[in-house]
């Protein structure tokens, strides 16, 4: 969430900023700054008659002392009326609080000044690519024939025990599975990064705190009888162990890493781009978090960048990182690098991490704080990034991998999956 402090003191730079995401906030920043405008008023004027109220109730007992019964109940009826008075201002001020409030969280962070203007995927810019894409050749299968045809992916299972969208993974599928995300969470530790098991179920403040509430409600799954939302990222619950906490000064870096299954309703989505492991409902994740004190937050961003790379280099896999323009930004971010990997039996890219700098944003929601060196309390900030996505991982290893119909392991996943072929 944006400060109000920002908002009062320079509107039209937040206007202009927001329009890079293609977000006319006009209409909503100028009624913010009527009701910030509002809200100090009739803090005032609340402040002044309390402060009325309370000096003139002082004078009730020595009025009474002194025998002056009318004037005392004169001043009872004054203070009668100012306790009223009181009231209808506290009223008032709730009411254009709520109002402020829920025209604050419409608002989307502000895009950093290295994210370029554009609408959507085909605007974002190219800034690294690397290692060769591989030539299969004519007979090359998608991945979901390999899987259907090495028995490893059960995609037909899946919808008799749910429906589309969560596979069940069998034999050594399962181990490849189970291979990837220890290897993931391996790397990450010896990184520096606390590995810590969240739940998978987050109450509405969580959700609210990472910017997931209300924004994506209707991409969440709700379990409607406890309030609880099934996680769509472990970035939810992770970030959240840090909700109304004031760090000191030099508990910086924070740096932890998860692994959820993650569970999205990915509500819209139809056609050749969900065949397969392309979009699931139910997808595993490994991630990593951090928060930072603001000037160090961008050189934390190029080491989060550089070590998710790392991985997919270990790999093998073809991929490029992208910067998303501000049309293909998510609501909460002010700057984003997606990772792809090339599906060389589909010829086509697919996103596999999304490296993200959330500056103060998500902070700010969370209430999540620092006691700089001066001893003044600072707003924090928040980065993520996923180390790795699996199912489109699985998915590129498949086909980029397959050779005489069958799949060759990436020697850097051998010790974890204790196999080197799937046949």
Same mark, same amino acid.
């Given at each position: 969430?944006?400060?109000?402090?920002?908002?009062?003191?320079?509107?039209?730079?937040?206007?202009?900023?927001?329009?890079?995401?293609?977000? /006319? $906030?006009?209409?909503?920043?100028?009624?913010?700054?009527? #009701? !910030?405008?509002?809200?100090?008023? &009739?803090? @005032?004027? +609340?402040?002044?008659?309390?402060?009325?109220?309370?000096?003139?109730?002082?004078?009730?007992?020595?009025?009474?002392?002194?025998?002056?019964?009318?004037?005392?109940?004169?001043?009872?009826?004054?203070?009668?009326?100012?306790?009223?008075?009181?009231?209808?201002?506290?009223?008032?001020?709730?009411?254009?609080?709520?109002?402020?409030?829920?025209?604050?969280?419409?608002?989307?962070?502000?895009?950093?000044?290295?994210?370029?203007?554009?609408?959507?995927?085909?605007?974002?810019?190219?800034?690294?690519?690397?290692?060769?894409?591989?030539?299969?050749?004519? /007979? $090359?299968?998608?991945?979901?024939?390999?899987?259907?045809? #090495? !028995?490893?992916?059960?995609?037909? &299972?899946? @919808?008799? +025990?749910?429906?589309?969208?969560?596979?069940?993974?069998?034999?050594?599928?399962?181990?490849?599975?189970?291979?990837?995300?220890?290897?993931?969470?391996?790397?990450?530790?010896?990184?520096?990064?606390?590995?810590?098991?969240?739940?998978?179920?987050?109450?509405?403040?969580?959700?609210?705190?990472?910017?997931?509430?209300?924004?994506?409600?209707?991409?969440?799954?709700?379990?409607?009888?406890?309030?609880?939302?099934?996680?769509?990222?472990?970035?939810?619950?992770?970030?959240?162990?840090?909700?109304?906490?004031?760090?000191?000064?030099?508990?910086?870096?924070?740096?932890?890493?998860?692994?959820?299954?993650?569970?999205?309703?990915?509500?819209?989505?139809?056609?050749?781009? @969900?065949?397969?492991?392309?979009?699931?409902?139910?997808?595993?994740?490994?991630?990593?978090?951090?928060?930072?004190?603001?000037?160090?937050?961008?050189?934390?961003?190029?080491?989060?960048?550089?070590?998710?790379?790392?991985?997919?280099?270990?790999?093998?896999?073809?991929?490029?990182?992208?910067?998303?323009?501000?049309?293909?930004?998510?609501?909460?971010?002010?700057?984003?690098?997606?990772?792809?990997?090339?599906?060389?039996?589909?010829?086509?890219?697919?996103?596999?991490?999304?490296?993200?700098?959330?500056?103060?944003?998500?902070?700010?929601?969370?209430?999540?704080?620092?006691?700089?060196?001066?001893?003044?309390?600072?707003?924090?900030?928040?980065?993520?990034?996923?180390?790795?996505?699996?199912?489109?991982?699985?998915?590129?290893?498949?086909?980029?991998?397959?050779?005489?119909?069958?799949?060759?392991?990436?020697?850097?996943?051998?010790?974890?999956?204790?196999?080197?072929?799937?046949?």
């Amino acid at each position: 969430m944006l400060t109000l402090k920002l908002l009062r003191e320079n509107p039209e730079f937040v206007i202009k900023k927001l329009a890079v995401k293609n977000f /006319d $906030a006009a209409e909503i920043v100028h009624k913010i700054v009527g #009701l !910030d405008k509002n809200r100090r008023a &009739l803090q @005032v004027e +609340l402040d002044s008659c309390l402060a009325v109220q309370k000096q003139k109730a002082s004078q009730i007992g020595g009025l009474m002392k002194e025998g002056k019964r009318e004037e005392a109940e004169a001043v009872k009826a004054e203070v009668a009326a100012l306790k009223e008075k009181s009231k209808e201002l506290e009223t008032a001020s709730e009411q254009n609080n709520s109002e402020l409030e829920s025209l604050m969280v419409l608002l989307p962070n502000i895009p950093c000044d290295m994210v370029p203007e554009g609408k959507g995927a085909e605007d974002n810019v190219v800034v690294k690519m690397g290692n060769e894409i591989p030539d299969l050749g004519p /007979d $090359a299968l998608p991945h979901w024939e390999l899987a259907r045809k #090495l !028995d490893i992916i059960d995609f037909d &299972l899946g @919808v008799k +025990l749910t429906g589309a969208g969560f596979p069940v993974y069998k034999g050594k599928g399962a181990r490849l599975q189970r291979a990837l995300i220890n290897m993931f969470l391996d790397i990450n530790t010896s990184a520096g990064y606390l590995e810590v098991e969240p739940p998978v179920l987050v109450n509405e403040a969580s959700g609210f705190g990472t910017g997931q509430l209300p924004d994506k409600e209707g991409q969440m799954y709700h379990a409607n009888l406890d309030n609880y939302y099934l996680v769509p990222t472990a970035e939810v619950p992770v970030t959240n162990i840090y909700r109304d906490v004031i760090l000191g000064n030099n508990d910086f870096p924070v740096k932890m890493t998860a692994y959820t299954p993650c569970f999205r309703r990915e509500a819209g989505s139809y056609g050749k781009d @969900v065949r397969g492991l392309n979009r699931l409902h139910q997808f595993d994740k490994v991630e990593i978090v951090r928060i930072e004190k603001p000037e160090n937050s961008y050189a934390a961003l190029d080491e989060m960048i550089a070590h998710v790379e790392g991985i997919v280099n270990r790999l093998g896999l073809p991929y490029r990182i992208l910067r998303l323009c501000g049309g293909d930004m998510s609501f909460t971010s002010a700057i984003t690098y997606d990772f792809e990997v090339y599906s060389a039996a589909q010829g086509r890219w697919l996103e596999i991490s999304s490296v993200s700098n959330f500056e103060s944003y998500q902070a700010n929601r969370l209430k999540l704080r620092y006691r700089d060196a001066d001893g003044k309390i600072q707003l924090a900030h928040t980065l993520n990034g996923s180390s790795l996505a699996l199912p489109r991982v699985v998915a590129a290893l498949l086909e980029d991998c397959q050779k005489d119909g069958k799949i060759v392991i990436p020697e850097a996943l051998r010790p974890y999956t204790g196999f080197d072929i799937i046949d």
